[in-house]
T-cell receptor
Framework: QKEVEQDPGPLSVPEGAIVSLNCTYSNSAFQYFMWYRQYSRKGPELLMYTYSSGNKEDGRFTAQVDKSSKYISLFIRDSQPSDSATYLCAMSGGAQKLVFGQGTRLTINP | EPEVTQTPSHQVTQMGQEVILRCVPISNHLYFYWYRQILGQKVEFLVSFYNNEISEKSEIFDDQFSVERPDGSNFTLKIRSTKLEDSAMYFC??????????????FGEGSRLTVL
């Protein structure tokens, strides 16, 4: 089983839709859960992170972590064409490194 | 807004040549990292560096790779004898605290390495 699994998509939704992105993981040591946005041939940009289980909201973005299910989600409300990018989940805990998911390619259609 | 800067943005080299990729981490950060991303694949961890020492490295980071903080601002990745399979985007990253205890790890824009 892969340490972090993420559906690579692609995912295409109309502007204004609610987007749901998610990852599953197998390593119980993970404590920090991050979401990065990556535009083509650019570096990952940190959107938000959550420590342990729970929800965190930042503007149109909400991150959720369910450690009992080893499942994390990112919701984007009122999606905009500028949200079109690849979204990477990443996790850390127990080692000095992040483990990334494959990334989900998202397109928001005007 | 403080950012991690990397040079060069793109380097083309011949197989067997040495390459040095340079990074300037965010100024008050103490932990430095290199990651790489082969086209179409996951971002993969290479090495973490703290207090002038490697603190952790992956299986990818073999004897062909080395890192150095030659002065108070730069952090470099050297590939001694490049192979075709070293072609990738190399990302430098930095954090103020140990990544085991924070979610705030910031990446540079990357250096694209093409080995011919």
């Amino acid at each position: 089983q892969k340490e972090v699994e993420q559906d690579p998509g692609p995912l295409s939704v109309p502007e204004g839709a609610i987007v749901s992105l998610n990852c599953t993981y197998s390593n119980s040591a993970f404590q920090y859960f991050m979401w990065y946005r990556q535009y083509s041939r650019k570096g990952p940009e940190l959107l938000m992170y959550t420590y342990s289980s729970g929800n965190k909201e930042d503007g149109r973005f909400t991150a959720q972590v369910d450690k009992s299910s080893k499942y994390i989600s990112l919701f984007i409300r009122d999606s905009q064409p500028s949200d079109s990018a690849t979204y990477l989940c990443a996790m850390s805990g127990g080692a000095q490194k992040l483990v990334f998911g494959q990334g989900t390619r998202l397109t928001i259609n005007p | 807004e403080p950012e991690v800067t990397q040079t060069p943005s793109h380097q083309v080299t011949q197989m067997g040549q040495e390459v040095i990729l340079r990074c300037v981490p965010i100024s008050n950060h103490l932990y430095f990292y290199w990651y790489r991303q082969i086209l179409g694949q996951k971002v993969e961890f290479l090495v973490s560096f703290y207090n002038n020492e490697i603190s952790e490295k992956s299986e990818i980071f073999d004897d062909q790779f080395s890192v150095e903080r030659p002065d108070g601002s730069n952090f470099t990745l050297k590939i001694r004898s490049t192979k075709l399979e070293d072609s990738a985007m190399y990302f430098c990253a930095s954090s103020e605290r140990d990544i085991r205890f924070t979610g705030e790890l910031f990446f540079g824009e990357g250096s694209r390495l093409t080995v011919l």
